[in-house]
């Protein structure tokens, strides 16, 4: 039963372009969320994070939103670019009762186009 | 402030044989968590370390063990290796702060198990 689910394996999308990576959770008691970007053969490095107190949250070209009551967030990546090509994990985690455990997605594999 | 780092990065043991991985945290982390990363099954967590204590489990059998030393040097004992337990196995350090943990992974340690 997969708690986290990323139902886009890849997302192509051109230079310069906005890129909307989605992700869905499935337990209510997640209060924390993280993005990662990972390629191949590498340890999965941290990008942004949010607070379940909170619906969005900025960081450079990088804003991850959070819809609660859908049980949905979003990366969106403005504008994109080649070196964002990567693939691109969601994970969730319930602070409050199991520090230290991060249930990831499946992840999906960005290609930004020159 | 120099990143997680894991050794050794790629190891090669046969059926049977035991296989001991090293993860040096970030310094001032008093968190590791320890990841499988498979084709199949994506990123699961195996469990976490909190000042020398785990602090938190996940669903893969007595096989697999850790400790954490007082310095938060964490270690990863798979015993009786399967086939099956070929995987890169991330290591990642946190704060363990209950309210705003992330974790920052290393490079990983690449296992095949011939």
């Known amino acids: 039963d997969q708690q986290v689910k990323q139902n886009s394996p890849s997302l192509s999308v051109q230079e310069g372009r906005i890129s909307i990576l989605n992700c869905d959770y499935t337990?209510?008691?997640?209060?924390?969320f993280l993005w990662y970007k990972k390629y191949p053969a590498e340890g999965p490095t941290f990008l942004i994070s949010?607070?379940?107190?909170?619906d969005k949250n900025e960081d450079g070209r990088f804003t991850v939103f959070l819809n609660k009551s859908a049980k949905h967030l979003s990366l969106h990546i403005v504008p994109s670019q080649p070196g964002d090509s990567a693939v691109y994990f969601c994970?969730?985690?319930?602070?409050?009762?199991?520090?230290?455990?991060?249930?990831f997605g499946k992840g999906t594999k960005l290609s930004v186009k020159p | 402030k120099a990143g997680v780092t894991q050794t050794p990065r790629y190891l090669i043991k046969t059926r049977g044989q035991q296989v001991t991985l090293s993860c040096s945290p970030i310094?001032?982390?008093?968190?590791v968590s320890w990841y499988q990363q498979t084709p199949g099954q994506g990123l699961q967590f195996l469990f976490e370390?909190?000042?020398?204590?785990?602090?938190n489990k996940g669903n893969f059998p007595g096989r697999f063990s850790g400790r954490q030393f007082s310095n938060s040097r964490s270690e990863m004992n798979v015993s009786t290796l399967e086939l099956g337990d070929s995987a890169l196995y991330l290591c990642?350090?946190?704060?363990?702060?209950?309210?705003?943990?992330?974790?920052?992974f290393g490079p990983g340690t690449r296992l095949t198990v011939l």
């Open positions: 370390y909190f000042s020398e204590t785990q602090r």
């Open positions: 994970a969730a985690s319930v602070l409050r009762g199991s520090q230290g455990n991060l249930i």
């Open positions: 949010i607070s379940s107190i909170k």
């Open positions: 337990n209510s008691m997640f209060d924390y």
């Open positions: 310094s001032g982390h008093r968190s």
């Open positions: 990642a350090s946190g704060q363990g702060n209950r309210f705003a943990d992330t974790q920052y």
